[in-house]
């Protein structure tokens, strides 16, 4: 009877393991995790899913909306040929960009606006696909409009991102001008990182690491729910200082 217990006892240590290294591979907390969930086995384990997976539970509302969200982009596509109006493919689109169809989210927003359309969200949500598609110089117009509607559009990311767009096609002083505005309203970590690559493209590389730290800095007084959902700018931003100390090495 013992024999049996501690065998089920070690599978399960076992299973604790494996749920806490697939959750540390796919969020990449602190790396002192890693250590503990080898070393001190279901133990460290145990910790790890009581301080990192059970409050990333939190996270879990984003990836469910993944199924509402797929049902209903199949209502529109249906709807759509029967009814292929400026507002459905709006809509559609916006959910093609929440589920990163990058490309069929161009699509909709091309189908949408028209030479009657006076709104600038269209143009805006087109220019974030076109930027996540590469297509920059296609970016620019788009989200130009959305800035000249409203320089603080989308909480300044539209700013950010036309910087960005504008850095990417050579038009190095006008990104600078607007980085420099964009980053003096916003403490969005997207655009201190794409900030931080256009002064590495400059080869200012003291200050690319400046604005690439101040991403990082963050970490201390962010939430941990923040913090969970900023992870990805993270891993970024360290990337991106690790290149810049190599770049700065004489």
Known sequence: MGSLLFFFASWWGVILQVIAI????RRRP?????????????????????????????????????????RRIHELERAILDNPSAGNYEELGLLYLDDRDYARARYCYDKAISSRTDSADPFYRRGV??????DFAAAVPDLERAVAADPGYDFHRAKGLLA??????????????LFRQATQISTSSETYYNYALFLQSQNRFSEAREW??????KK??????????????????????????????P
Not at 212 to 217: S, Y
């Open 212 to 217: 690439a730290q101040k991403i990082v800095d």
């Open 220 to 249: 201390a007084t962010m939430p941990g729910y923040l913090k969970r959902r900023e992870r990805p700018w993270f891993r970024k931003a360290y990337a991106l200082l690790a290149r810049l100390s190599l770049q700065s090495t």
């Open 164 to 177: 960005h767009a504008y850095a990417q096609t050579g038009q190095m002083e006008k990104a600078e001008l």
């Open 22 to 25: 697939v959750h540390f591979i």
């Open 30 to 70: 602190d790396t002192y995790w890693l250590f503990i969930i080898l070393f001190l086995g279901w133990i460290g384990a145990l910790v790890y899913i009581v301080a990192e997976v059970i409050p990333d539970a939190g996270l879990l509302r984003t990836e469910f909306q993944v199924f509402p969200r797929r």
């Open 129 to 134: 696909a076109e930027v996540q598609l590469g």
